[in-house]
């Protein structure tokens, strides 16, 4: 799950930050789905012949994808916008008939094209943004080792989060999305640098030990990491939670004191600032008073993807993370974009996703991240994702566009 985790849960970038600004314009128009679009966002629907490179793509694999968020009733990591009735027929049919569906990919694209609307969203901005994320593969210890001293926690069993849609109680900061019972009465869960200062030490939580702080921090950015145990085998750690203070890009300060220039920022790059320059990387990680919990999941499957905020694996480069405040889990997306590729230059993306994630970066009605897989190659691309796009929903037959 991006980070949050993911949250789950990303990229270079939601390290990094969307640098851009936004203007905002009068225009508000009815959402096509359930919550409201933010100010200045236009819906304009499309002919099929108009969302560009949808004849070439791989429709089966972005039924598959989808079929797999259908069922209802599946318990999400991170609760979103509820599953609109007349997207949740349309899943009840892809099930029942997935068979007959699947047969070609003829079918499969015949099935969203006579059930869905293309209406593209563009924002205040004029165009979306996205980027990329990834699962990391870590080498990690079970128990603290000299050359593993950083602990990964567990959730703790007095943090409180704060529902969708929620606001943390008084007296406390409503844009806190977490929160902690005391004998005092509510109060702010401990941010980043009291917890590495051992705010939670004592507590039993430490469930996996990393290399490092930078290690540590950039899996939190993630959402989740496969494991390869010291001591043998290999696990997964999935988001369990984080302490509800607001996400601060370190990427995006990087940049903005000067120190690295956002054209050069890699994954590789910025890990290796933050491990040659520690004193200085640990007061900047401070910043982000952000932290992800997670949860051990040792039935590790090799073949699945780890499990985003929709509560299902996700699958490489067709699962995408979505601002859950506007969009519901299970929603077709299109993407057009052409983002960096590590061979160099650019490489067009047009294709069909499936919104199985979010993250606590992802903000705004066509924002986006892109998961791309598990592995330092699939890191190695995602850190290159920060492009504009073409955001284009599928809005069900039934409901308005």
């Not at 509800?244 to 956002?262: D, K, Q």
Request: with cysteine; hydrophobic share 40%; glycine share 10%.
């Amino acid at each position: 799950m991006r980070a949050a985790g993911k949250a789950a849960f990303g990229c270079l970038v939601a390290v990094i930050g969307a640098i851009a600004s936004m203007t905002v314009s009068a225009e508000t128009p009815a959402s096509p789905l359930n919550a409201p679009l933010p100010e200045g966002t236009r819906t304009r629907p499309l002919e099929w012949s108009a969302v560009p490179g949808w004849a070439n793509d791989d429709h089966n694999q972005a039924f598959a994808t989808f079929l797999a968020t259908c069922p209802a009733g599946i318990p999400a990591l991170r609760a979103g916008q509820p599953r609109p009735a007349a997207l949740q027929q349309v899943c009840d049919l892809a099930l029942s008939e997935a068979a007959a569906w699947q047969a070609d990919a003829g079918k499969a694209r015949l099935f969203f094209e006579s059930r869905f609307t293309p209406v593209e969203i563009i924002p205040a901005s004029g165009a979306g943004f996205l980027t990329g994320y990834y699962e990391p593969e870590l080498e990690a210890a079970r128990q603290r080792r000299d050359t593993f001293p950083e602990p990964v926690l567990a959730r703790p069993g007095d943090l409180v989060t704060v529902p969708q849609g929620g606001t943390a109680p008084p007296p406390l900061d409503p844009a806190l999305q977490a929160w902690r019972q005391t004998a005092a009465g509510p109060e702010p869960y401990p941010d980043r640098k009291a917890i590495w200062d051992g705010a939670l030490s004592g507590r039993g939580l430490e469930i996996a030990w990393l290399r490092d702080k930078p290690e540590l921090f950039i899996t939190q950015v993630q959402g989740s990491a496969r494991l390869r145990w010291v001591e043998g085998g290999v696990g997964r750690l999935r988001y369990a939670g984080r302490n509800g203070h607001a996400y601060t890009s370190i990427g995006r300060r990087l940049v903005e004191r000067g120190i690295m220039p956002l054209e050069s920022m890699t994954l590789a790059r910025l890990m290796g600032w933050l491990r040659d320059n520690p004193a200085e990387a640990r007061a900047l990680m401070d910043e982000n008073r952000s932290y992800i919990f997670f949860q051990l999941d040792e039935n590790l499957s090799p073949e699945e993807g780890p499990i985003g905020g929709a509560g299902i694996p996700l699958t490489p480069g067709r699962s995408l993370a979505v601002d859950r405040s506007i969009w519901p889990y299970g929603l077709p997306v299109f993407v057009d974009v052409s983002p960096l590729v590590p061979s160099g230059g650019r490489e067009r993306l047009s294709r069909l996703m499936i919104a199985q994630d979010t993250g606590s970066a992802i903000v705004g009605p066509a924002r986006a991240d892109y998961f791309v897989g598990s592995g330092a190659a699939a890191g190695d691309r995602a850190g290159l994702f920060r492009d504009p796009m073409r955001f284009i929903v599928l809005v069900p037959r039934g409901v308005q566009p």
